[in-house]
């Protein structure tokens, strides 16, 4: 994985967690919380996600194959997921396939949020596992995993620095920053989108290469 790589890799990561975003539904979720009790939840939400990530890194393309699921199609069906998110975030809505009512109602009735549905799926949703079972499938080399990994793990300890001082980050930013800055990534995430469908789409059918 070279320097660019690794700088596509990263972006598309950060996009796909919407920090922003997903600072706004944690701030929502657990707004009757305690700022202790957020902090905690903070900090559990670290773990979990370290642990979505890995296990996606290393095992996902294990997966698609158990379940006799080519990369093409993967990718095809990934890029229609991301451009519904795009469209979601370009009307700064949250976008149905990350969170819906029903994760806020299966909330109230859990001791934490932390990993069910903080981490899965608000920060790490359909479109960053996507990202991640490809970019595994792309660089399977050990070195390349293992540089992933520090980079998802990183990622993991930055997004919940950002949920522990959430109160914070959402009075110095402001909603209307907020919104921008999620319209900015609704429209990155749809280019991305498109490059997925293209690829998987010429994989599916190598006539139009």
Not at 42 to 53: C, G, L, N, Q, Y
Request: aromatic share 4%; net charge neutral.
């Amino acid at each position: 994985m070279t320097a660019a790589e690794t700088v596509k890799f990263v972006v598309a990561m950060i996009v796909m967690m919407n920090p922003l975003g997903s600072l706004s539904i944690f701030l929502d979720l657990t707004k009757k919380s305690t700022v202790v009790a957020q902090r905690k939840i903070a900090k559990t939400s670290i773990f979990a996600m370290i642990v979505i990530m890995l296990a996606t890194v290393w095992t996902g393309k294990d997966i698609l194959t158990l379940l006799d699921i080519t990369i093409s199609s993967f990718r095809f069906a990934g890029g229609i997921i991301l451009l519904l998110m795009g469209l979601s975030m370009l009307q700064s809505k949250e976008s149905p396939v990350n969170h819906t009512e029903g994760d806020d109602e299966a909330a109230k009735s859990q001791e934490s949020i932390a990993v069910v549905p903080l981490s899965l799926p608000v920060i790490i949703g359909p479109g960053a596992i996507s990202t991640l079972i490809i970019a595994g499938n792309d660089y399977p080399q050990l070195t390349d995993k293992l540089w992933m990994s520090g980079v998802c793990c990183a990622l993991a300890i930055s997004m919940g620095v950002i949920l522990f001082f959430g109160n914070t980050i959402a009075k110095v930013v402001g909603p209307s920053v907020i919104k921008v800055v999620t319209r900015i990534m609704g429209m990155i995430i749809m280019a991305i989108a498109v490059g997925m469908l293209a690829d998987g789409l010429i994989g599916l059918l190598p006539i139009l290469h």
